[in-house]
């Protein structure tokens, strides 16, 4: 098992910066790939971006890339989301999670997940 635990959420102005945390525990998953998804009300849970933990190959979601920033840091088994230049439509809970061992921006193909945490975005 791997346990992932989110923070960092909260609420901020349209333009500023949040960085979410996500710290994992458990079973080896130097392997996997470690996805940020968000998901908003009423919509389907979508693909942030993923890290692979070992080689460190980052993959944004084209419609994100340049505001959004995955890093890790091995020592504290923790993987982190800057968010930049945040927007109203940035309005999400965000998640991490961990699975695949090759890239993937499909969720169903991740096995653990955090419980998540809400950022809101006011205009």
């Known amino acids: 098992q791997v346990q992932l635990v989110e923070s960092g959420g909260g609420l901020v102005q349209a333009g500023g910066s949040l960085r979410l945390s996500c710290a994992a525990s458990g079973r080896t998953f130097s392997t996997y790939h470690m996805g940020w998804f968000r998901q908003a009300p009423g919509k389907e849970r979508e693909f942030v971006g993923s890290i692979n933990w070992s080689a460190g190959r980052i993959y944004y979601a084209d419609s994100l890339k340049g505001r959004f920033t995955i890093s890790r840091d091995n020592a504290k088994n923790t993987v982190y989301l800057q968010m930049n230049s945040l927007k109203p439509e940035d309005t999400a809970v965000y998640y991490c999670?961990?699975?695949?061992?090759?890239?993937?921006?499909?969720?169903?193909?991740?096995?653990?997940w955090g419980q998540g945490t809400q950022v809101t975005v006011s205009s």
């Open positions: 999670a961990a699975g695949p061992t090759y890239y993937s921006p499909i969720a169903r193909d991740y096995d653990y």
